[in-house]
């Protein structure tokens, strides 16, 4: 079948961004063979002093390389997948798209927030050039907007056109049908979700920082209990929604309410969040940067509320479709009765 022009564009956009990825990736190694060479080396090298880049920086650095480099290899795939025209392709973009909307929808409301609020000056600015930092100050953070604000616009555009009839058409390979899944795509990304934050729970328990749950801080064994615990329950919840069983959509149903509990706590107590951030500067070795409390609990509340509203839209997606699930196995009451 004829590839449609979009499906060709998106693939070479999609493309584009993973060689990106890549170039990010090489970088991030380097920085990370930069570190393990200042710590090496000392402060008698005239270099960096060893003492103010933490042990695990450089491991840091390489994990963050080879999860860019992940994530660049699922492009590069779902791209060959999309020239290809692979059913599998259309969800796999579906997926990237969902997820670069989400990532960029409360950086853009960080950044507009950070450039409407006026911001404390390092100590050794030019008094005469304040006016002129702060020009410069809110042009940076408009043009971050603006670039997470076309990193959102790709990504509703692919959620929109892979949506599409034809381009269902195109990928299901017969003309004038589109062979449907009966789990719902929003079913199917809520799954992946799922999965993909079962992951992450999974590398956060092996970084060197603290923990955080509730409002609660966790140290010691406390971490990786929770996070490890919240794992195999966002595991088993994607896996259960993707085979449509109703336990999954229960399971799910109640991890976003825990998730939706922890966002309203640090919504009521932003000190909460300021509290962590101090305790992740202190195992980091690095100084805090200093904002005005209306800026942090102001940018606090934009970021929770956002998430809070998508729990409530997971939720909701949860409710909707509940009636392609699989009820309940229920022990069968209408066997035969066999008398002795």
């Given at each position: 079948m004829k590839r449609l022009p979009g499906v060709i564009v998106s693939a070479i956009v999609l493309l584009l961004g993973s060689l990106l990825q890549l170039l990010f990736a090489a970088l991030m190694a380097f920085a990370g063979v930069i570190e393990k060479t200042q710590i090496r080396s000392g402060p008698?090298?005239?270099?960096?002093?060893?003492a103010t880049i933490p042990a695990w920086m450089p491991f840091f650095a390489y994990g963050l390389s080879v999860f860019l480099v992940a994530l660049a290899a699922w492009g590069i795939l779902t791209a060959i997948g999309l020239f290809r025209l692979r059913r599998w392709a259309r969800y796999s973009v579906l997926v990237i798209?969902?997820?670069?909307?989400?990532?960029?929808?409360?950086?853009?409301?960080?950044?507009?927030?950070?450039?409407?609020?006026?911001l404390p000056l390092p100590a050794n600015v030019d008094p005469a050039q304040a006016q002129m930092t702060h020009t410069f100050m809110k042009v940076t953070f408009g043009v971050m907007a603006a670039i997470y604000a076309i990193v959102c616009a790709i990504g509703v555009s692919w959620l929109v056109y892979f949506n599409r009839k034809r381009v269902r058409e195109t990928f299901a390979g017969l003309p004038g049908q589109v062979a449907e899944s009966r789990r719902p795509?929003?079913?199917?990304?809520?799954?992946?979700?799922?999965?993909?934050?079962?992951?992450?729970?999974?590398?956060?328990?092996?970084?060197?920082f603290p923990g955080a749950f509730l409002g609660f801080i966790l140290h010691g064994w406390e971490k990786p209990a929770v996070y490890l615990t919240y794992a195999a329950l966002l595991i088993a919840a994607g896996v259960g929604l993707w085979r449509l069983e109703e336990w999954g959509r229960r399971l799910a149903l109640v991890?976003?309410?825990?998730?939706?509990?922890?966002?309203?706590?640090?919504?009521?107590?932003?000190?909460?969040?300021?509290k962590y951030s101090e305790e992740i500067s202190k195992t980091m070795n690095v100084?805090?940067?200093?904002?005005?409390?209306?800026?942090?609990?102001?940018?606090?509340?934009?970021?929770?509320?956002?998430s809070a509203l998508l729990i409530l839209a997971i939720m909701a997606i949860l409710h909707h479709y509940r009636g392609a699930f699989r009820p309940p196995i229920l022990p069968d009451q209408t066997g035969p009765n066999i008398a002795a």
């Amino acid at each position: 079948m004829k590839r449609l022009p979009g499906v060709i564009v998106s693939a070479i956009v999609l493309l584009l961004g993973s060689l990106l990825q890549l170039l990010f990736a090489a970088l991030m190694a380097f920085a990370g063979v930069i570190e393990k060479t200042q710590i090496r080396s000392g402060p008698s090298s005239g270099g960096v002093p060893a003492a103010t880049i933490p042990a695990w920086m450089p491991f840091f650095a390489y994990g963050l390389s080879v999860f860019l480099v992940a994530l660049a290899a699922w492009g590069i795939l779902t791209a060959i997948g999309l020239f290809r025209l692979r059913r599998w392709a259309r969800y796999s973009v579906l997926v990237i798209g969902g997820c670069l909307a989400l990532i960029a929808v409360p950086q853009i409301v960080i950044m507009l927030v950070m450039m409407a609020v006026p911001l404390p000056l390092p100590a050794n600015v030019d008094p005469a050039q304040a006016q002129m930092t702060h020009t410069f100050m809110k042009v940076t953070f408009g043009v971050m907007a603006a670039i997470y604000a076309i990193v959102c616009a790709i990504g509703v555009s692919w959620l929109v056109y892979f949506n599409r009839k034809r381009v269902r058409e195109t990928f299901a390979g017969l003309p004038g049908q589109v062979a449907e899944s009966r789990r719902p795509i929003l079913i199917s990304v809520v799954a992946l979700f799922s999965l993909i934050g079962g992951l992450s729970c999974l590398l956060a328990t092996l970084l060197p920082f603290p923990g955080a749950f509730l409002g609660f801080i966790l140290h010691g064994w406390e971490k990786p209990a929770v996070y490890l615990t919240y794992a195999a329950l966002l595991i088993a919840a994607g896996v259960g929604l993707w085979r449509l069983e109703e336990w999954g959509r229960r399971l799910a149903l109640v991890l976003q309410v825990v998730w939706l509990a922890q966002n309203i706590v640090l919504i009521a107590r932003p000190s909460l969040i300021t509290k962590y951030s101090e305790e992740i500067s202190k195992t980091m070795n690095v100084a805090q940067p200093q904002f005005p409390t209306h800026l942090q609990n102001t940018m606090y509340a934009a970021t929770f509320g956002f998430s809070a509203l998508l729990i409530l839209a997971i939720m909701a997606i949860l409710h909707h479709y509940r009636g392609a699930f699989r009820p309940p196995i229920l022990p069968d009451q209408t066997g035969p009765n066999i008398a002795a």
